[in-house]
């Protein structure tokens, strides 16, 4: 079914998108799609959540489990519209300061009218989705054209 691996090098910090994608409580401020978010039962390694998500006609209620390591961010699906859902980020630093991420996604749905109409744009929502973090780590820590004028300055 539909399954999407990303790699980016990114100019910020290993920690930097490592605490973005764990701001799960922030994801419907920037990540498109998403209409609301929920999380309870949080400890230091994991949380659960409930992603509300949207797309024209369809919207559905997602509920994972998402754990901490120290280099990565799995996510198990435990409920909603879904057979199953395979997520995870990993964050490496570079030597430059920036780092390397790789995220996976891979899922299927239950109803095979959802798998049609998102398996079309699958492809495309994935990569607005890495866009928006992208995005949100520019908001929150400048873009590397900034990052480079403040280091040429120091």
């Known amino acids: 079914m539909p399954k999407f691996t990303e790699v980016r090098e990114l100019p910020y910090s ?11 409580d922030s994801y419907a401020e920037f990540l498109p799609w998403c209409q609301g978010v929920r999380v309870y039962n949080r400890t230091d390694r994991s949380l659960y959540a409930d992603l509300i998500i949207g797309f024209k ?11 901490f390591t120290e280099d ?15 997520n995870y980020w990993r964050f490496t630093p570079r030597d430059d300061g920036g780092c390397h991420v790789d995220f996976l996604v891979d899922f299927e749905f239950r109803n095979k ?9 699958f492809t495309e929502a994935v990569h607005h989705m890495i866009e928006a973090f992208e995005m949100r780590a520019n908001e929150l820590y400048g873009s590397a054209a900034d990052r480079k004028v403040m280091d040429q300055d120091a």
């Open 113 to 121: 009218i959802f798998e049609k109409v998102i398996g079309a744009i």
């Open 14 to 24: 290993a920690e930097q998108m490592y605490q973005l994608v764990a701001d799960v």
């Open 72 to 86: 990565r961010i799995e996510v198990e699906y435990i409920k909603g519209p879904l057979k199953y859902l395979h």
């Open 57 to 67: 006609m369809f919207r559905e209620r997602f509920t994972s489990h998402v754990t």
